[in-house]
């Protein structure tokens, strides 16, 4: 088995077996871990995107935000059960990448990145003046105060993202993204569809998004656009998946782990500017530092600790 | 140059609030007479940013910079934030009410003279890109960094005078909207979208069309916001700039090139 393999199933079978914590744990913990595996969740929906695709997008938060937002109007104003809003939620924001992906995936590098901002700043300012969806004032959801079963729900929709990345890393679609990811013509001409597998990727990513999103909006049981459609969300699944290194299985879920880790610690000392100070140095640091994040280092061991190749590395990106 | 600043909503900030400083201070300057002040201070401190901080991930992919500068802004940002704390600034000087009429129109003379300096400092920007040797080896630079340094061009030092220019440019800004507009740490981040949207309506890389950019995104809101109401301003400005990159991704007034 391969070094990389064996530390996928290792995290998940420590996911796996948190489900027995929370009935242990006082109710500060069991929100923290929730919040953790929303987070992981939502880097690794970005990171099949982003990650394998090499489409760096700004507006998977729309997808948060319009699963959010589904879910809420069919509870709230359709009284709907959670289930169903929760399947609305999902099919909403998977409708919703495939249209907008459809003429934005054509697009690259900067062109990409600013369209998908735009569309995530579009949304959120669009949602804010719709009466049905509350304006800017926001929704209320039925309150459910069983914070269990968000936790369970949060860790179910994670598992269920890193089995969905693994399968996918095995399957030709898979391959089809990575080939897209290093060179797209090259991709075309082996006879790949590259427009049909980018928009199937943002589908899936943004499908694993607009659950969290629900979830995240039955769990707080209020939603406004600035909440659920807020860019730093954006930002920090890009930041968590490099973290731990785009494109492989289990990286984005190590990148939350270590920021949620960090954010915790500092949010614990003080709750002020200078948190996001030191958030931002650490990202600053990363960016330079840990290009290809973290995971060649877990999985590769002691002798993935090679100074001179980083060097090298750091020198190549160097002017 | 091919790299995306989102710290320049942050630059735009600190010039706004050196302006603030010098007007509020002892030596109680004119807004409009501190503008090289801090286009000097901010140069300098976006040449820095750029010389030891950017440029070690410039061959990166571009998310590398993206991000980069987007943590960046938010360490200015909450510098600021715990300096200056987060109370709403604003400067009034004794002409802020005075305008000038032409017959039914009525144009306040803050923002006319805002008008003239942008459009005089779009212009010496267009000169200096295209006529001085600095402004061609920018050019160089952003087209072949390769071949830039191959015929002699220091493209480490040339990257952080961009960034110093945009820097610079960015400390007008905020200079002349302090007069304007309400001052405070988070400012910046409005004017980043916008600053984008207009850049790619005027086609990125293209100074004068940054101008007519910038005429054509402040129609586009205003029509917005009487057609579709107040709120939906930023929708409307927002699609025109999708529809543009779609069809026109070299800008309005571009060229397409190979």
């Known amino acids: 088995m391969q070094p990389g393999r064996r530390f996928s199933y290792a995290v998940l079978a420590l996911l796996a077996l948190s489900a027995l914590l929370p009935t242990h744990l006082n109710g500060n913990w069991v929100h923290v871990l929730t919040l953790f595996f929303m987070m992981s969740s939502l ?22 935000g319009t699963g959010a937002y589904a879910c809420a109007y069919a509870m709230n104003a359709l009284h709907w059960p959670f289930v169903s809003g929760l399947l609305l939620a999902i099919a909403v924001a998977a409708l919703f990448a495939a249209v907008a992906g459809w003429p934005i995936l054509r ?105 969290a999103g629900a979830t995240y909006a039955y769990w707080t049981s209020f939603i406004d656009p600035p909440t659920v459609f807020d860019l730093n969300f954006n930002v920090l699944m890009i930041i968590m998946t490099l973290l731990g290194g785009a494109g492989s299985i289990v990286g984005p879920t190590i990148g939350s782990f270590i920021l949620s880790a960090i954010g915790e610690y500092l949010g614990a000392l003080s709750v002020s500017p200078w948190h996001s100070v030191v958030l931002g140095a650490i990202i600053v640091v990363i960016v330079i530092v840990l290009p290809r994040g973290l995971m060649p280092y877990l999985t590769g061991g002691i ?17 | 140059m091919n790299v995306i600043n989102i710290a320049h909503g942050a630059f735009i900030m600190l010039g706004a609030y050196i302006s603030y400083w010098l ?7 004119d807004p409009f007479l501190s503008i090289p002040l801090s286009m000097i201070v901010l140069f300098v401190l976006a040449y820095l940013i750029q010389r030891f901080i950017v440029n070690q991930v410039i061959r990166a992919p571009m998310l590398a910079t993206f991000l980069l500068t987007f943590a960046l802004s938010i360490v200015i940002a909450n510098l600021a934030q715990v300096y ?10 004794n002409y802020s009410g005075s305008s000038i009429e032409f017959g039914p129109i009525t144009i306040p003379w803050i923002r006319l003279w805002t008008l003239i300096i942008a459009v005089a400092l779009t212009f010496a920007l267009q000169a ?42 960015a400390a007008a800004a905020g200079s002349l909207v302090s007069l304007s507009y309400a001052i405070t740490p988070t400012m910046g981040d ?54 543009v990159i779609l069809f026109r991704p070299y800008g309005l007034v571009g060229r397409a090139t190979a």
């Open chain 2, 23 to 29: 007007f509020v201070g002892p030596m109680h300057l």
């Open chain 2, 190 to 243: 409005s004017f980043v979208v916008r600053a984008f949207v207009v850049s790619v309506l005027g086609g990125l890389g293209n100074v004068t069309g940054a101008l007519i950019g910038g005429l054509v995104y402040g129609v586009i809101e205003a029509f917005g916001a009487l057609f579709f109401g107040e709120g939906y301003k930023d929708v409307v400005a927002l699609v025109v700039l999708l529809l």
């Open chain 1, 43 to 64: 880097a690794q929906a970005w990171n099949l995107i982003g990650g394998f695709a090499g489409y760096p997008s700004f507006g998977n938060v729309t997808f948060f």
């Open chain 1, 107 to 211: 697009l690259r590098g900067h062109y990409f990145a600013i369209a998908t901002l735009s569309i995530a700043i579009g949304t959120q300012a669009f949602v804010a003046e719709l009466p049905p969806l509350g304006k800017g004032s926001g929704m209320t959801l039925p309150i459910n105060s069983n914070f269990h079963f968000f936790y369970w729900l949060m860790l179910g929709i994670l598992i269920a993202s890193i089995v969905l990345t693994a399968a996918i890393a095995q399957t030709r679609f898979g391959y089809a993204l990575v080939a897209i990811r290093e060179n797209e013509e090259a991709a075309t001409v082996l006879g790949i569809n590259a427009a049909t597998t980018k928009v199937l990727a943002w589908m899936l990513s943004a499908a694993i998004t607009g659950a």
């Open chain 1, 303 to 319: 002798r993935a600790f090679n100074l001179n190749a980083l060097r090298m590395q750091l020198r190549a990106s160097r002017i």
């Open chain 2, 84 to 93: 200056w704390t987060s109370d709403i600034r604003s400067i009034t000087t």
């Open chain 2, 128 to 169: 200096f890109m295209t006529r001085s040797k600095i402004g061609r080896a920018i050019r160089a630079t952003s087209m072949d960094v390769d071949a830039a340094r191959l015929s002699g061009v220091s493209v480490a030092h040339i990257y952080a005078l961009t960034l110093g220019i945009g820097g610079a440019l």
